[in-house]
């Protein structure tokens, strides 16, 4: 799979969330699961349960992190036309634009999260 160009990152992402659109509530409901997992090895507080406490969360944040992205991108940000009115093309391209930021931190904040999860695991 080649990686999308910056400029067709958004119509990328808009793609993804729309294919996986079905597995929202299933991310959700394992999100809160791993939670649910990291609370109780929370609460016991043994040492053979650190493991347990690092599992959990990790899978609860990779969970809430494709959540929020097929969450984010379900809708792309109307297009700028170049028959819209002044004030309406500048508001759909700042639109646009914090959109394409938040394309790119959620990336980034998955580089860090991939970074995080292989130190966690094998510390």
Known sequence: ?????PDQLL?????LALMLGWLRPI?????????VVSGKAMLDGSQLYDMQLKLGLLFSLWCLI???TLQLFRQLPPPVLPKLSLYERVRNRLNLWL???????IIVVTIILFRVSFRLLTI
């Open 1 to 5: 799979m080649n990686l999308p160009r």
């Open 66 to 68: 494709l959540y929020a």
């Open 99 to 105: 959109r394409q930021g938040l394309a790119v931190f």
């Open 11 to 15: 119509q990328f992402l808009h793609k």
């Open 27 to 35: 991310l959700l409901a394992l999100a809160v699961m791993g939670v």
